[in-house]
């Protein structure tokens, strides 16, 4: 049995217990929609997985690069970048969360943002592994309880850049979502989008006849979770948040 992060590498090396394990699916604006259905939808976990590489390599800044960067006179006086050199690097701290709706008609969201990081016991049946800050190869993971399909009505996958320069495309962001069996679903925030903030990434619905409905969205928004509620009318009430509220 392959691990999960074995799987979302695309590694060869190793067998699968289904024949299309192998296979993926990349969700474009020409192709949007893929559906998860038969056991797929409704047996285990569904992975979401957020990985993405900072322009400037992805690796963790040391205090020390933090120190020069604070007291570098660019900041003082910011310079253009040159074209024939590339752009200056981008550290940039995105957060992948969740807004769900359930059959009963409540919503909620499952975020690092508040400390809101879900169960998968009880509603939401959502849970966020943790919060990665810079990238790194495992990224972040999003856990959602497929026992509990009939609970879901819809869920919103999205991303928001918590901390950092707004540059998704200079990011390098991928959003994976591995069903139990079947193809992985891809879907790439390469985009020009200079002033966005967040990105309403994909729409997960319950289609009913053991189906899940995956759409593509990719709309970025130059606000945060409340401009994303009013795009998709979950109406909830937002108000200000910290990691680890």
């Given at each position: ?141 999003m856990y959602v309880n497929l026992e509990k399909k009939d609970k879901f009505k819809r869920l ?90």
């Amino acid at each position: 049995m392959v691990s999960i992060w074995e799987y979302l590498r695309g590694d060869r090396s190793y067998t699968f217990d289904n024949p299309g394990g192998q296979h993926k699916v990349t969700l474009t604006k020409s192709s949007p929609q893929h559906a998860i259905t038969g056991p797929a939808a409704t047996t285990g976990y569904l992975y979401v997985n957020l990985h993405w590489t900072m322009s400037s390599g992805g690796a963790r800044p040391s205090p020390w690069d933090s120190f020069r960067r604070f007291f570098s006179p660019r900041l003082l006086r910011p310079q253009e970048p040159d074209s024939a050199q590339g752009t200056e690097p981008t550290n940039v701290d995105l957060d992948l969360a969740c807004m769900y709706e359930l059959s009963d008609g409540s919503t909620g969201v499952v975020q690092p943002l508040g400390g809101l990081f879900g169960d998968l016991q009880s509603a939401p049946y959502i849970k966020l592994s943790g919060d990665d800050q810079y990238g790194a190869p495992s990224g972040e993971t999003m856990y959602v309880n497929l026992e509990k399909k009939d609970k879901f009505k819809r869920l919103l996958i999205f991303v928001y850049i918590y901390d950092g320069t707004p540059a998704f495309e200079q990011s390098h962001a991928v959003v994976t979502i591995v069903p139990q069996t079947g193809p992985r679903i891809e879907i790439k925030l390469e985009e020009r989008a200079r002033a966005a903030r967040s990105c309403a990434v994909v729409l997960i619905e319950n289609a009913g006849d053991n189906q899940l409905r995956v759409r593509r969205e990719v709309r970025y928004v130059n606000g945060f979770q409340a401009d994303i509620d009013r795009l998709y009318g979950f109406g909830m009430q937002w108000q200000r948040g910290y990691k680890g509220d």
